[in-house]
Each structure stands twice: as structure tokens, then as C-alpha cells.
């Protein structure tokens, strides 16, 4: 299996940047495709990045376009990837998980949940009016 550990969650106020880091472990071989998700409470799970391991080609929801980035830093069986967010706004508040995906299939490059078979626990963002 495939095990995704987040870190670097925050409280900062709106204007202000985090840098998300997932570490993945286990086999390399099931994590064609890496994302970031968020969850505000009440709402359902969003999609925000996807890489792929592969190559590093990126997607992003058009919310998160010129603010988010999405990168990885592969070594062996390791990896960890990263999610840079700038100019942060209230509504981007909420429950970031890493998620990976067995093989890049159209849900996963839509960054779609159906698409990932591998989460993590999550890590608070909270960004203050």
C-alpha cells in the first residue's frame, strides 16, 4: 500500500502563504498520480492540484490558478509532494489531504476523489478575514 503523512497547516490571515508538504511511503509503483483536496466543513471534498510522478505535469481547479503550485521531490521509494500556496483568502479555509492514485486515470487528472485510492488524514488551513 501507499501511506501519505501531511504537515505544515496553519492559521494565517488572508493575503498571507502555506506550504503543505505530503510525504508518501510504500510502493512507488501504485502513485502515478499525486493530489491535493480540501474539505470546508459541511461542504464536499474539492479537488485543488494533481502531478504526476511520472513527468511533474501539473493540473489545478480554476479557483486555485496562479496562487497554488504543486510539486514533488522524488527519491527512490519516497517522495514528498508539496503544495505552495499564495495570496490566501477566507474561503480557501478547510481540511487539506494528500491523495494518491494507482494509475493517472481521467478522474485523477479532474482531480476527482473517484480517481485517488490512497489518502491521508489531513491538515488544517484557517485563513482570517
Known amino acids: 500500500g501507499v501511506q501519505l503523512v501531511e504537515s505544515g497547516g496553519g492559521s494565517v490571515p488572508a493575503g498571507g502563504s502555506l506550504r503543505l508538504s505530503c510525504a508518501a511511503s510504500?510502493?512507488?509503483?501504485?502513485?502515478?498520480?499525486m493530489a491535493w483536496f480540501r474539505q470546508a466543513p459541511g461542504k464536499p471534498y474539492e479537488g485543488v492540484a494533481v502531478i504526476a510522478s511520472r513527468d511533474g505535469t501539473t493540473n489545478y481547479v480554476d479557483s486555485t490558478k496562479g496562487r497554488f503550485t504543486i510539486s514533488q521531490d522524488y527519491a527512490h521509494a519516497e517522495n514528498t509532494v508539496y503544495l505552495q500556496m499564495n495570496s490566501l483568502k477566507p474561503e480557501d479555509t478547510g481540511m487539506y489531504y494528500c491523495?494518491?492514485?494507482?494509475?493517472?486515470?481521467?478522474?485523477?487528472?479532474?482531480?476527482?476523489?473517484?480517481?485517488?485510492?490512497?489518502w491521508g488524514r489531513g491538515t488544517q488551513v484557517t485563513v482570517s478575514a
Open positions: 510504500g510502493s512507488a509503483s501504485i502513485r502515478a498520480c
Open positions: 491523495a494518491a492514485a494507482a494509475a493517472c486515470t481521467a478522474a485523477s487528472w479532474g482531480i476527482r476523489t473517484e480517481g485517488y485510492n490512497f
